[in-house]
């Protein structure tokens, strides 16, 4: 039975969500960078330490149970941090938590390890598919270090594998979405009809919950997506009312979006700026994708809870873009 757990990522967008609906049920210890702010977190037991150095871990995770491993290098990173952060830091987390004897693991991982295949409907058998995108790839070499340990050492192990993700203490997708529909930069990839890949925190936390509570969990992987999503026409359209600005209705090829996201990227290595529009934000939300959420649903009880056009009108709401 799950007792005390150790969270890795604690203080992040997801992680913070799934300390929130986790602490009402179970001993949390919080792991945090050395010099990171306790901000928003209550009277929780924080730890410090750095995955990426396996020295600044020792000990911590002694006593718990349970891992639940959010740590990692999100959206447009260098090969450099993705390897570090995603590979490195989880291979040390999972090292720890064999020789500290964690029977439970539940590991946070992505659709990006599919390859961002579009239009065929993906179930949890899709097999892994690198396609150069340090991401994406390091996320499934992440998940097969993972496995290779938990089987290894008996280690009841989860993955769960969400679409992007947006919702309350979103620091990336809303703001950047906010600030492009307001200048007027925001191009819609193809003719807009395609549905919008996200998925609310809240309901990434509550699959979490579920994987604890539910013992057909165990040794199995499931996506986790809202199969109910408008088109990003529809969903641009509902943004632009509640920000009360006017909507714009421009397009831009799939194919010339991705080759301008390269030659973007490709500038950025010389100025020293994040590109403003990268090659994995063009996959990401340029095509039809189709994750199919029938296993989490028969097995967890998994139901999306959050309407993306609702969802997206608190969000915006709450910030006070409006």
């Known amino acids: 039975m799950v007792k005390k757990i150790f969270l890795t990522g604690a203080s992040g967008f997801i992680g913070r969500a799934v300390v929130k609906r986790l602490k009402d049920n179970y001993q949390l210890t919080l792991l945090l960078l050395p010099e990171e702010p306790v901000v928003g977190l209550g009277d929780l037991n924080i730890v410090r330490g750095d995955i990426t150095r396996p020295r600044s871990l020792s000990g911590l995770i002694d006593g718990h149970d349970t891992v639940i491993h959010m740590a990692g290098s999100v959206g447009y990173q260098t090969?450099?941090?993705?390897?570090?952060?995603?590979?490195?830091?989880?291979?040390?987390?999972?090292?720890?938590?064999?020789?500290?004897?964690?029977?439970?693991?539940?590991?946070?991982?992505?659709?990006?390890?599919?390859?961002?295949?579009?239009?065929?409907?993906?179930?949890?058998?899709?097999?892994?598919?690198?396609?150069?995108?340090?991401?994406?790839?390091?996320?499934?070499?992440?998940?097969?270090?993972?496995?290779?340990?938990?089987?290894?050492?008996?280690?009841?192990?989860?993955?769960?594998?969400?679409?992007?993700?947006?919702?309350?203490?979103?620091?990336?997708?809303?703001?950047?979405?906010?600030?492009?529909?307001?200048?007027?930069?925001?191009?819609?990839?193809?003719?807009g009809d395609h549905s919008v890949d996200l998925v609310n925190v809240v309901d990434v936390a509550e699959s979490v919950y579920l994987a604890l509570l539910k013992p057909e969990s165990v040794g199995q992987t499931y996506n986790i997506a809202n199969e109910n999503n408008p088109s990003w026409n529809e969903f641009l359209k509902a943004a632009c009312k509640e920000l009360d600005i006017p909507y714009t209705d421009k397009h831009i090829s799939y194919k010339l979006a991705y080759r301008l996201a390269g030659l973007i990227e490709f500038f950025s290595i010389f100025t020293g700026r994040p590109p403003r529009l990268s090659r994995y934000a063009v996959r990401l939300v340029g095509r039809q994708y189709n994750y199919s959420i029938g296993k989490t649903r028969r097995e967890l009880g998994y139901e999306p809870s959050v309407d993306l056009l609702e969802g997206i009108r608190q969000c915006i709401r709450d910030r006070q873009y409006s």
């Open 79 to 191: 090969w450099r941090n993705c390897l570090s952060i995603n590979v490195d830091g989880t291979r040390n987390i999972i090292r720890k938590a064999v020789k500290a004897g964690v029977i439970r693991f539940i590991h946070m991982s992505s659709v990006s390890v599919y390859g961002r295949v579009p239009d065929i409907r993906i179930t949890e058998e899709q097999p892994y598919k690198k396609i150069r995108d340090p991401y994406g790839d390091t996320k499934i070499e992440a998940e097969q270090l993972v496995r290779k340990q938990a089987e290894k050492n008996r280690i009841d192990l989860t993955v769960l594998r969400p679409t992007a993700v947006y919702g309350e203490g979103d620091n990336k997708f809303l703001p950047s979405l906010v600030e492009n529909l307001k200048t007027g930069k925001l191009r819609i990839m193809g003719d």
